[in-house]
């Protein structure tokens, strides 16, 4: 048995959830923060059976899209005197970052 903590964009979280509910994985969705752009994002809590961990992967795989965004970082560049960069960077956001952790023991009450 396995837990897994897949953190996702915001955006992606719905069709998620409805994926996994319909092949039949348990999912509990908590809202979280984090990430380079300190955005809102889910985080799922998923207990599967190892045997069905290469199916998870798979939906969420296919479920979770990487996009990209224009920002404004305003970060300094260099030394001192070179002040910071104003102009928009664009980055990667979304995709889905999973942590797999064994389970040693599951009780449902």
Partial sequence: MKLVLAVIQDADATALVRVLSQNAFEVTK??????????????????????????????VQRTCRTRTRLVAPSVPMGEQNEGLVNDPVEVPVGGAVMFVMGVQEFVKV
């Fill in 30 to 59: 908590l809202a979280s923060t984090g990430g380079f752009l300190r955005e809102g994002n889910t985080t799922l809590m998923i207990g599967v059976d190892d045997t069905r961990l290469d199916e998870l992967k798979r939906h």
